[in-house]
């Protein structure tokens, strides 16, 4: 049976125009969206005949809503059908708001569109480059209506102070913090996009973890925690350390393999081994290895999880050392540690270029779910006997 609009429909329809911000984005002096015309289903000829009673009180329904019985909201649009038994019939086909207001009145938000009016005439105010994002984005300006204070408090110092090579906690704006700007990263990151010449800006640096960079911020050191697996490279008598990425850099410490490991407990239980480090802990984050020019000549060893993940991540070390050697990553591994086997989350799927054919190989048939479903060996599982024994045969052919 065909559902004839009523009163109610219409709110949900306006609703949904408030929602998507068109009611708000029109400008009062221009009504440029008004008359706002909303078609109406209304009854056929045919319904009129099979739903007669039905259809006059749908009728005396809708008019007891409309502005010719209330005074305000929506005029109704009528139109004449002819019927072979009742006779010339009008029949609503359309309800019309001719002014905002009265659309807004209807839906009960005439006070939440004068607040949107007063905060837009105040950022428009301070920044007009600004107009067209907010008649984009209503609702969002009205989410953040107690905010903006703070928000402009911020804009205003970055326009004035482009790229100011301090840290957040140094910015001294009344009610703003490390936790403000953490938590409107992704709004202040639009606006400042807006009102900020593009020569300031670091395109390259993109999302919450790019902020800082983005707008000359400056952002807490990148740091590489490693140990010296030899007695003779100890630095002052320390083995385990953890400093900035760029000291790091200006180590060029004395090793002849290195070896790179993502687990933090891997790290911390490789035994001595003469000549060498390990570095732990980075995660994706290899790319903090990339700069450093001491360590293109060594002899490069990656350890992942045998996961898609993991040979990922080897895709990506081998991005910067392309002579990289994996470690415990391949099938008889896998296989002597079934009962070890756990499940990844969220694998990847994409191709990764740079293995080797056989770890390839292998990565295919984890990818393709071939031993089981998103397959994970995480390295920490791996029997620490047969990592030694992998160690022992390095040191053979080293």
């Not at 306006?14 to 440029?32: H, I, M, T, Y």
């Not at 301070?126 to 989410?143: D, I, M, S, Y």
Request: hydrophobic letters at 40%.
């Amino acid at each position: 049976m065909r559902h004839w609009t009523t009163a109610a429909d219409l709110k949900r329809l306006l609703d949904r125009k408030w929602v998507s911000g068109r009611l708000l984005a029109a400008d009062p002096s221009e009504e440029g969206l008004f008359p706002l015309r909303l078609p109406i289903a209304h009854p056929t000829v045919r319904d009129l005949s099979a739903r007669f009673e039905e259809a006059r009180e749908w009728l005396r329904a809708l008019s007891r809503g409309s502005k010719a019985h209330t005074g305000r909201g929506y005029e109704l649009e009528w139109r004449e059908i002819n019927h072979r038994q009742l006779g010339r019939n009008k029949i609503p086909v359309a309800a019309v708001f001719e002014r905002r207001t009265e659309a807004l009145e209807f839906i009960g938000k005439q006070g939440e569109a004068e607040k949107f009016s007063k905060i837009r005439a105040e950022i428009s105010g301070l920044f007009p480059e600004l107009g067209p994002w907010l008649a984009k984005r209503p609702p969002r300006v009205l989410e953040h209506e107690e905010e903006w204070p703070r928000l402009l408090a911020v804009l205003t110092f970055l326009k004035n102070h482009p790229r100011p090579n301090i840290y957040i906690r140094q910015l001294d704006l009344t009610g703003v913090d490390t936790k403000f700007i953490e938590r409107h990263r992704k709004l202040l990151s639009e606006l400042l996009d807006l009102i900020l010449p593009l020569e300031v800006i670091r395109p390259e640096a993109r999302g919450a973890a790019g902020f800082e960079e983005r707008y000359g911020f400056s952002a807490k050191p990148v740091r590489i925690r490693f140990r010296l697996l030899d007695e003779r490279l100890y630095i002052q008598g320390l083995a385990d350390l953890e400093i900035p990425a760029a000291d790091f850099a200006a180590l060029d410490l004395p090793v002849e393999r290195v070896f790179i490991t993502e687990n933090m407990i891997n790290g911390l239980a490789f035994p001595r081994l003469p000549g060498a480090m390990v570095i732990f802990g980075l995660g994706y984050g290899l790319d903090r290895l990339a700069g450093i020019n001491w360590l293109q000549d060594k002899k490069i060893y990656y350890w992942g999880d045998l996961d898609s993940h993991g040979f990922a991540m080897l895709d990506q070390a081998r991005a910067y050392f392309p002579a990289a050697v994996s470690l415990l990553m391949d099938r008889t591994t896998l296989l002597l540690h079934r009962r070890q086997w756990g499940y990844e989350p969220r694998p990847t799927k994409r191709d990764l270029p740079r293995l080797r054919a056989e770890e390839t190989k292998l990565y295919n048939e984890i990818r393709d779910d071939i031993y089981a479903p998103a397959l994970r060996l995480e390295q920490e599982r791996i029997n620490y006997g047969h990592f030694q024994k992998a160690l022992t045969e390095l040191e053979s052919i080293k």
